[in-house]
């Protein structure tokens, strides 16, 4: 096996290694490319179709025209931001955009509200955290390849058996739950106890706590891609009128939001008001929105501007700190100038304040809170009656209450948003 992962600037044998080990059916290929296929061929990547990113697939009543962004399209627009973003830095590009692809995969129906009611629930089994969930998936839950345990002769899936750096690349946070290095009490974590076997594997010879070099590109492009989509979307929707941003009052609600979930609490509002000022003054700063063809072709081409103006300030950043040469895993941090952070901060604060304050968009997720809780507890008390045949395979061979209610987990983090609203419907008999 080659030096340490990363310290030269390449991917050696460790950065390619796979959990179990298998031949390539098709040689010609690099190890990034089969992950990079495997990911693409999942059945977990094509039901991000059917779930929440911002408004709920199918939906009529919020007047998105536009055909709004599922979690499988901003997917997509991740990999793509990250890919190139990536290859600039002198990252494998199929690397990270596998990355960027299953970065996502984990969360459960309903977006972050699911989520929420997914950690109520699992409260006691170790909580549910849709990066940790990624990491299971990709691990453990999607069927790709399975191995026999030569102890014990059982036959157990290691999931898409992914190499060792792409795991890693797609891990946001790699640590588990109540283990942040600097925020004991933040709630984001990125693996279960039951999953701590693969995740030190995957993580052997990383420096403690240290998010690799493509897992920071990864989560810049996640922020970069849903920032600016969900920006375009709620001016698409009519949602963000361009005129109300100029506004003292609207500005203060801005924020009001912007420091209470997008940015430290002790940011000053003032560069708040300075990072919105830079993009308004921008000539492509889109003015107005009619719905016309050519609003919508200047309102794509803001989009553009905004996706290589944020890519552009990180990668010049981080060159001006280490260099022409490749930058890969450990050997370099993802530098992002704080101007540019504090744009995309602003925002995705226009958006959530614009969009997913709307006072329908609340009632959705009240509503959305209870179909998962009322679900939850349907299995629970009917289980393995409601479950799929893997998740009633697994549930009848798990250990304990605490085992059981895991695969419960599970198999409700996997539905879609409409599987998820059919299932509770047919055990509780509620619409």
Same mark, same amino acid.
């Given at each position: 096996?080659?030096?340490?992962?990363?310290?030269?600037?390449?991917?050696?044998?460790?950065?390619?290694?796979?959990?179990?080990? +298998?031949?390539?059916?098709?040689?010609?290929?690099?190890?990034?490319?089969? %992950?990079?296929?495997?990911?693409?061929?999942? !059945?977990?990547?094509?039901?991000?179709?059917?779930?929440?990113?911002?408004?709920?697939?199918?939906?009529?009543?919020?007047?998105?025209?536009?055909?709004?962004?599922?979690?499988?399209?901003?997917?997509? +627009?991740?990999?793509?931001?990250?890919?190139?973003?990536?290859?600039?830095?002198?990252?494998?590009?199929?690397?990270?955009?596998?990355?960027?692809?299953?970065?996502?995969? =984990?969360?459960?129906?309903?977006?972050?509200?699911?989520?929420?009611?997914?950690?109520?629930?699992?409260?006691?089994?170790?909580?549910?955290?849709?990066?940790?969930?990624?990491?299971?998936?990709?691990?453990?839950?999607?069927p790709k390849r399975f191995v026999r345990f030569k102890e014990t002769g059982?036959?157990?899936?290691?999931?898409?058996?992914?190499?060792?750096?792409?795991?890693?690349?797609?891990?946001?946070?790699?640590?588990?739950?109540?283990?942040?290095?600097?925020?004991?009490?933040?709630?984001?974590?990125?693996?279960?106890?039951? %999953?701590?076997?693969?995740?030190?594997?995957?993580?052997?010879?990383?420096?403690?706590? #240290?998010?690799?070099?493509?897992?920071?590109?990864?989560?810049?492009?996640?922020?970069?891609?849903?920032?600016?989509?969900?920006?375009?979307?709620?001016?698409?929707?009519?949602?963000?009128?361009? !005129?109300?941003?100029?506004?003292?009052?609207?500005?203060?609600?801005?924020?009001?939001?912007?420091?209470? #979930?997008?940015?430290?609490?002790?940011?000053?509002?003032?560069?708040?008001?300075?990072?919105?000022?830079?993009?308004?003054?921008?000539?492509?700063?889109?003015?107005?929105?009619? =719905?016309?063809?050519?609003?919508?072709?200047?309102?794509?081409?803001?989009?553009?501007?905004?996706?290589?103006?944020?890519?552009?300030?990180? +990668?010049?950043?981080?060159?001006?700190?280490?260099?022409?040469?490749? *930058?890969?895993?450990?050997?370099?941090?993802?530098?992002?100038?704080?101007?540019?952070?504090?744009?995309?901060?602003?925002?995705?604060?226009?958006?959530?304040?614009?969009?997913?304050?709307?006072?329908? /968009?609340?009632?959705?997720?009240?509503? /959305?809170?209870?179909?998962?809780?009322?679900?939850?507890?349907?299995?629970?008390?009917?289980?393995? +009656?409601?479950?799929?045949?893997?998740?009633?395979?697994?549930?009848?061979?798990?250990?304990?209450?605490?085992?059981?209610?895991?695969?419960?987990?599970?198999?409700?983090?996997?539905?879609?948003?409409?599987?998820?609203?059919? *299932?509770?419907?047919?055990?509780?008999?509620?619409?």
């Amino acid at each position: 096996m080659a030096g340490r992962a990363g310290t030269s600037g390449t991917y050696d044998g460790a950065a390619t290694e796979r959990w179990a080990p +298998e031949p390539d059916k098709r040689p010609g290929r690099t190890a990034f490319q089969r %992950d990079r296929a495997r990911v693409l061929h999942s !059945a977990a990547l094509r039901r991000l179709a059917g779930k929440t990113q911002v408004v709920t697939p199918g939906s009529r009543s919020q007047e998105w025209d536009a055909s709004p962004r599922t979690r499988l399209t901003h997917s997509l +627009e991740c990999a793509q931001v990250g890919r190139e973003l990536g290859a600039a830095l002198g990252c494998d590009p199929d690397l990270v955009e596998a990355a960027c692809l299953a970065h996502d995969m =984990g969360h459960p129906p309903f977006g972050h509200n699911g989520e929420q009611a997914l950690n109520d629930f699992a409260a006691d089994c170790g909580g549910f955290e849709g990066n940790a969930q990624s990491l299971r998936l990709l691990t453990r839950i999607e069927p790709k390849r399975f191995v026999r345990f030569k102890e014990t002769g059982d036959l157990v899936s290691v999931g898409l058996n992914l190499t060792r750096a792409t795991l890693d690349a797609a891990t946001k946070y790699p640590w588990p739950r109540g283990a942040h290095p600097t925020q004991p009490g933040s709630l984001k974590f990125g693996v279960y106890e039951d %999953d701590l076997p693969v995740f030190g594997w995957a993580r052997k010879d990383a420096p403690a706590d #240290r998010i690799c070099f493509e897992a920071q590109v990864m989560d810049w492009s996640d922020d970069v891609a849903y920032s600016v989509h969900d920006f375009e979307d709620g001016l698409h929707a009519g949602h963000v009128d361009p !005129a109300a941003l100029s506004s003292d009052t609207e500005r203060h609600g801005i924020w009001t939001v912007a420091i209470g #979930r997008y940015v430290p609490r002790d940011t000053d509002p003032a560069e708040l008001s300075a990072a919105l000022d830079r993009l308004m003054d921008q000539e492509w700063w889109p003015r107005g929105y009619d =719905g016309s063809a050519v609003a919508q072709s200047r309102l794509k081409d803001a989009t553009s501007q905004l996706i290589g103006r944020f890519c552009l300030a990180a +990668e010049a950043a981080t060159r001006e700190a280490y260099g022409t040469g490749p *930058l890969t895993r450990y050997g370099a941090e993802l530098v992002v100038p704080r101007g540019a952070r504090l744009e995309c901060a602003v925002l995705k604060a226009v958006a959530d304040r614009y969009v997913m304050q709307r006072a329908e /968009q609340e009632a959705l997720r009240a509503d /959305q809170r209870i179909v998962l809780a009322e679900l939850a507890e349907a299995l629970t008390a009917r289980a393995p +009656e409601g479950l799929d045949p893997q998740f009633r395979a697994l549930y009848e061979s798990a250990e304990g209450d605490r085992a059981r209610k895991r695969v419960i987990v599970d198999q409700i983090a996997s539905l879609t948003d409409a599987s998820a609203r059919s *299932l509770h419907a047919g055990l509780t008999g509620r619409a």
